[in-house]
T-cell receptor
């Protein structure tokens, strides 16, 4: 069984640019959540997707947007990058059937904004 | 009310000793309390989780103690090993809400000395 995978591993962008991060959920999981983890902090919830629909959003501006595809993979898009967007972006998937609590995290994408 | 407070910020334990990390919450709607282990450059890995209907759960060397009335829970690592050196995060979620987003503590950096 393949776990959660994310790409790319690292990314360097400049302020004002746009970025797309990708996540493949664990086999059989239909719920994907995205988190932002600043250095030395705990992960902060960005939003969640369930059956291709956004199913909850944290305290992040609209320039953070996402998609979930029919195969349950997901993208996180960030527009107009700011220096404070530099962080580890984590994707987590949850089992199919219903919203369940257990979330399994991928290795993350380290985004640096210069 | 959404916060999860974690202590200590860092912890040094001798090999073979017991590591204890504590968390407290305010939101009585929380009904799922996982602990995650994170190594540098990696995503969080689920260690063990508990629900409020039990006061203790043990898996190998890891034990969660849960005190519903005090709204506190803790992680005990028995026979701590150098390989346990990592950052540990407690978290909480409310399954009855629109989303099962995880609210994380600020993390505890554990160093187990040989």
């Amino acid at each position: 069984e393949t776990g959660v995978t994310q790409s790319p591993t690292h990314l360097i962008k400049t302020r004002g640019q746009q970025v797309t991060l990708r996540c493949s959920s664990q086999s059989g999981h239909n719920t994907v959540s995205w988190y932002q983890q600043a250095l030395g902090q705990g992960p902060q919830f960005i939003f969640q997707y369930y059956r291709e629909e956004e199913n909850g959003r944290g305290n992040f501006p609209p320039r953070f947007s996402g998609l979930q595809f029919p195969n349950y993979s997901s993208e996180l898009n960030v527009n107009a990058l700011e220096l404070d967007d530099s962080a580890l972006y984590l994707c987590a998937s949850s089992p199919a059937g219903q919203l369940t609590d257990t979330q399994y995290f991928g290795p993350g994408t380290r985004l640096t904004v210069l | 009310q959404q916060q999860v407070k974690q202590s200590p910020q860092s912890l040094i334990v001798q090999k073979g000793g017991i590591s204890i990390i504590n968390c407290a919450y305010e939101n009585t709607a929380f009904d799922y309390f996982p602990w995650y282990q994170q190594f540098p450059g990696k995503g969080p890995a689920l260690l063990i989780a508990i629900r409020p209907d039990v006061s203790e759960k043990k898996e190998g060397r890891f034990t969660i103690s849960f005190n519903k009335s005090a709204k506190q829970f803790s992680l005990h690592i028995m026979d701590s090993q150098p390989g346990d050196s990592a950052t540990y995060f407690c978290a909480a979620s409310a399954q009855g809400g629109a989303t099962n987003k995880l609210i994380f503590g600020t993390g505890t950096l554990l160093a187990v000395q040989p």
